[in-house]
């Protein structure tokens, strides 16, 4: 498909127009069409339904074409733009002001969908010392829960509760927390806090859009143990598409002044902070590199007065909501491995102690082991699981879809009955004056396809399921002076008397054709531009 051209294409296919059709050029397509499809031009009752269904579908696409702004928003977000509610007018000429009204509304229609829901997070993590199993103690090292359920009151307040329980040891502690949130327009909020247990707080903070770029947040917290005061401030400026930037200073008990900085792109993503206090430093980074849509690896590392470790690792998504990682550390506090699985808003962190020594062997080989056994079990076991569970989906998506498929083929064939006397008129006088003539036309599954035309004689079910025959409409799109176009970038699919026979499979049209008593043949993809006669088609 050509970089120029919209991602929605559907209302231009059922004019046979092109995306860049001019105004007199959509007007002159929904005449012809209407033509065809206007219900007056029939008298049984059946065949007046099925023209006033598809005249309903052809004005519907001239009335969003013909309109400039209208056109625009279904050319950026398609039907879901046009029916969005967004406000047309002057204020949206451009094609970035409609896109960022656009995200506005899908924003704020978002925002109240989870406003309607609580929403649940929290983790548990799971200290385990190897030394000190081996040593004659109990394996687990600590262990920590925190909690949290946020969810809207209204439409500008929020309220999140949460709680923290940790044990290490012989000793635990625990704590709990409210926060009220408030949306004081639509650049600024503020939020209240309050915490009781072993950090007893009460606290404010305020963020403020100073710019279409920067953030400012001002926060105030007093501690009811001995009364200390630490004032906070932080500055984050977008600097660029892709990367932001941040400036924190904290003045209390432990003045603090940290910088960071992080990029996120498609494929990678980074961050890095320095940290200056009272009489220490610290630095840190990550880099995130996505290796295709369910794997991750990633390194990271501290330095600092009280730190110094480098980590190393990579997780996978093994379903829509669930995420595993695997990630190896090591440091001036020992060797550890840590295991952690994210599932919607909860998470289960599990850091193992391996060593509280560096040992050159050890450390390879703790590096090594999981690497290995990572590999082991994707050739031998997750990998032929997900096919195997990509086979059910797909087996599953094929009967769920049948249905819809049987509805759209239905949907062409009465389309084109009403295509099928112009297109015999067509063909009739094609063929008289030895012009184009198409003899045979097949849309749908790339596969499907080939082997139904490697074939020749009976086809499967299964096959003829995947494909349907577009013989018709193209000799009702053939012109007057013996030519057919269908436009590059057009999914044929929305062609009037096509459909798409196999949701989600790659599919092409494939057509045969004579043109001054020669045979031809082409085969096309769905976006593909079909231009004929062309004489290397010839067979």
Not at 12 to 20: F, M, V
Not at 236 to 262: K, Y
Not at 456 to 461: I, L, P, Q, S, T
């Amino acid at each position: 498909m050509m970089e120029n051209t919209p991602p929605y294409t559907e209302l231009y296919a059922l004019l046979h127009i092109s995306p860049e059709a001019s105004d007199e050029e959509i007007r002159k397509a929904y005449r012809q069409w209407a033509q065809i499809y206007h219900p007056d031009k029939y008298q049984s009752s059946e065949m007046k339904d099925i023209a006033t269904e598809n005249f309903q579908r052809i004005r519907h696409a001239y009335e969003i074409l013909c309109d400039e702004h209208k056109r625009q928003i279904y050319d950026i977000y398609g039907m879901e733009g046009v029916t969005s509610g967004l406000e047309l007018g002057p204020k949206l000429n451009k094609p970035e002001e409609i896109k960022e009204e656009f995200e506005r509304l899908k924003r704020r229609r978002e925002e109240e969908k989870a406003s309607a829901h609580v929403q649940p997070s929290g983790s548990i993590l799971v200290n385990l010392s190897l030394p000190q199993f081996l040593n004659g103690g109990g394996i687990l090292r600590g262990m920590g829960m925190a909690s949290e359920v946020q969810s809207r009151i209204s439409k500008r307040n929020t309220v999140a509760l949460g709680g923290n329980l940790a044990v290490s040891g012989n000793s635990g502690g625990g704590g709990a927390t409210a926060v009220l949130r408030h949306q004081a327009s639509s650049v600024a909020s503020i939020e209240f806090m309050a915490s009781a247990g072993l950090r007893s707080l009460l606290g404010i903070q305020t963020s403020r859009h100073v710019s279409l770029h920067s953030t400012a947040t001002s926060g105030i917290t007093v501690s009811l143990r001995d009364g200390s005061i630490n004032l906070s401030n932080t500055w984050t400026r977008q600097l660029s598409e892709t990367s932001t930037g941040n400036i924190q200073l904290i003045f209390g008990v432990e003045p603090t002044i940290a910088v960071g900085w992080q990029r996120k792109e498609e494929k990678n993503s980074a961050a890095g902070e320095l940290k200056f206090g009272t009489g220490s430093f610290g630095a840190s980074g990550h880099y995130t590199r996505h290796f295709s849509a369910k794997s991750h690896g990633r390194i990271a590392g501290r330095i600092g007065s009280t730190a110094l470790e480098f980590e190393v690792g990579g997780g996978r998504k093994i379903s829509d909501y669930s995420t595993v990682r695997m990630v190896y550390t090591i440091g001036i506090q020992g060797i550890f491995w840590r295991f952690e699985l994210h599932r919607g808003g909860q998470k289960l962190i599990v850091p193992v102690l391996l060593s509280r020594h560096l040992n050159l062997f050890f450390a390879t080989g703790a590096l090594m082991m999981p690497s290995s056994l990572y590999f082991f079990l994707k050739t031998l076991v997750v990998k032929p699981y997900y096919l195997r569970r990509e086979r059910r989906k797909a087996l599953e998506k094929c009967q769920s879809t049948s249905a819809q498929v049987k509805e759209a083929k239905v949907a062409a064939e009465k389309a084109q009955q009403l295509l099928q006397n112009v297109a015999i008129r067509k063909k009739n006088k094609q063929s008289e004056t030895g012009g184009l003539v198409i003899t045979k036309a097949i849309y749908g599954n790339l596969k499907a396809s080939k082997k139904r035309s490697e074939q020749g004689g009976e086809e499967d079910d299964e096959l003829v399921s995947q494909v349907i025959d577009v013989t018709l409409p193209l000799n009702f799109l053939v012109t007057d002076n013996g030519q057919l176009k269908l436009h590059e970038g057009i999914k044929k699919s929305g062609i009037m008397g096509f459909c798409d026979p196999c949701p989600g499979d790659p599919k092409q049209l494939r057509v045969e054709y004579t043109y001054k008593g020669d045979n031809y043949e082409v085969i096309v993809d769905d976006y593909g531009e079909l231009f004929i006669p062309q004489e290397h088609h010839m067979v």
